[in-house]
């Protein structure tokens, strides 16, 4: 049985490079392996690049992006628990980024949120507290997964890209469906950075129509 308790190698790591959470290597993989954010460059776009993150705490993904873009994007995150302030370094202090503590399905925090877009990029790592039922949490993933698919069927632009954990075992075909009809491209993939033992798994729904 896998020990959540002991840091194991990617966590030691992700705070030995300033983040909180082991998460940021999923993150960095699936940017690899898609071409989520717009790589560097000395030019600066005249708008900047907008990403929503839901389910941001303590906050590795978004300062992943924050690190990534600098002045080039603006980032909206939201999620029930606060943000760890350990390793931001003054990032979540910028005028590029807005944080809202609440719950994503309330409609002040969907207001919030939706109020910041239109985005470029919708980033999802929602997952319910588990219960240790895996069917029970199998249900609530979905269910946040439908709720980031909404989501992005609302605040993101044409052309835009989402990715979105979900926990394997429920209707993951239906919610696919739902991601080829909304994106010109709709795919999972499972990072390596995920726990072996981890039964999470990402959809991608690029270039939205
Ligand atoms: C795996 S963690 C996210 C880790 C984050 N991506 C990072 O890199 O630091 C999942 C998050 O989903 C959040 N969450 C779950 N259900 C939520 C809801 N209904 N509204 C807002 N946040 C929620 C949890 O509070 C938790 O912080």
């Given at each position: 049985?896998?020990?959540?308790?002991?840091?194991?190698?990617?966590?030691?790591?992700?705070?030995?490079?300033?983040?909180?959470?082991?998460?940021?290597?999923?993150?960095?993989?699936?940017?690899?392996?898609?071409?989520?954010?717009?790589?560097?460059?000395?030019?600066?776009?005249?708008?900047?690049?907008r990403?929503?993150?839901?389910?941001?705490?303590?906050?590795?993904?978004?300062?992943?992006?924050?690190?990534?873009?600098?002045?080039?994007?603006?980032?909206?995150?939201?999620?029930i628990?606060?943000?760890?302030?350990?390793?931001?370094q003054?990032?979540?202090?910028?005028d590029?980024?807005f944080?809202?503590?609440?719950?994503?399905?309330?409609?002040?925090?969907?207001?919030?949120?939706?109020?910041?877009?239109?985005?470029?990029?919708?980033l999802?790592?929602?997952?319910?507290?588990?219960?240790?039922?895996?069917?029970v949490?199998?249900?609530?993933?979905?269910?946040?997964?439908?709720?980031?698919?909404d989501?992005?069927?609302?605040?993101?632009?044409?052309?835009?890209?989402?990715?979105?954990?979900?926990?394997?075992?429920?209707?993951t075909?239906?919610?696919?469906?739902?991601?080829?009809?909304?994106?010109?491209?709709?795919?999972?993939?499972?990072?390596?950075?995920?726990?072996r033992?981890?039964?999470?798994t990402?959809?991608?729904?690029?270039?939205?129509?």
């Amino acid at each position: 049985m896998a020990n959540y308790g002991k840091p194991d190698f990617w966590a030691l790591k992700s705070q030995k490079e300033g983040y909180p959470a082991r998460s940021v290597y999923k993150l960095r993989e699936l940017n690899e392996k898609f071409g989520l954010l717009p790589a560097g460059g000395s030019c600066r776009p005249s708008s900047p690049f907008r990403v929503l993150d839901l389910g941001a705490a303590p906050g590795s993904w978004s300062l992943y992006v924050l690190r990534i873009l600098g002045d080039r994007g603006f980032l909206a995150a939201g999620d029930i628990s606060p943000l760890s302030r350990r390793y931001d370094q003054g990032l979540f202090d910028r005028d590029n980024f807005f944080f809202i503590q609440g719950d994503i399905t309330s409609e002040d925090t969907r207001d919030a949120l939706l109020s910041r877009g239109p985005y470029r990029l919708l980033l999802s790592d929602l997952a319910p507290a588990t219960t240790g039922s895996r069917q029970v949490d199998t249900l609530r993933s979905l269910s946040l997964a439908e709720t980031a698919l909404d989501y992005a069927g609302d605040a993101l632009a044409q052309g835009g890209s989402m990715a979105v954990k979900v926990f394997q075992g429920g209707d993951t075909a239906s919610l696919l469906k739902r991601i080829r009809e909304l994106f010109r491209t709709g795919k999972s993939f499972k990072p390596q950075a995920c726990r072996r033992e981890s039964f999470e798994t990402y959809y991608i729904g690029l270039d939205k129509k």
